[in-house]
């Protein structure tokens, strides 16, 4: 069975950093893409942070370059994101997701690629 499993959320102060974790198992495809992705009550899902496994290269939303770096252990199977001078408005539930060579890793950051999904992790910056 494929999991997705998210950890390393929280409520932390703005300026603080928190990373979090993905940990994928199960999985019988290659994983060509993996992203983090993040929704707060009432809007879209948006993208945050996508890696390509075969070269390592990344892509971000611009709302957080210089801020996020996600990066991935191959041998762990996981994938993280470190957050740095975290603000208020980064306050979201967010998603680890991945996508195999049926999913669609053309853009990262789009939702509609992606195959699998975890259940997501919550953090909370409070000013």
């Known amino acids: 069975q494929v999991q997705l499993v998210e950890s390393g959320g929280g409520s932390v102060q703005a300026g603080g950093s928190l990373r979090l974790s993905c940990t994928a198992s199960?999985?019988?495809?290659?994983?060509?893409?993996m992203g983090w992705f993040r929704q707060a009550p009432g809007k879209e899902r948006e993208g945050v942070a996508g890696?390509?496994?075969?070269?390592?290269?990344?892509l971000y939303t611009d709302s957080v370059k210089g801020r996020f770096t996600i990066s991935r252990d191959s041998a762990k199977n996981t994938v993280y994101l470190q957050m740095n001078s975290l603000k208020p408005e980064d306050t979201a539930m967010y998603y680890c997701?991945?996508?195999?060579?049926?999913?669609?890793?053309?853009?990262?950051?789009?939702?509609?690629?992606?195959?699998?999904w975890g259940q997501g992790t919550q953090v909370t910056v409070s000013s």
């Open positions: 997701a991945a996508a195999t060579s049926r999913g669609n890793c053309y853009n990262p950051l789009h939702t509609a690629g992606y195959n699998y």
């Open positions: 199960g999985f019988s495809e290659r994983r060509v893409c």
């Open positions: 890696i390509y496994t075969f070269d390592d290269d990344t």
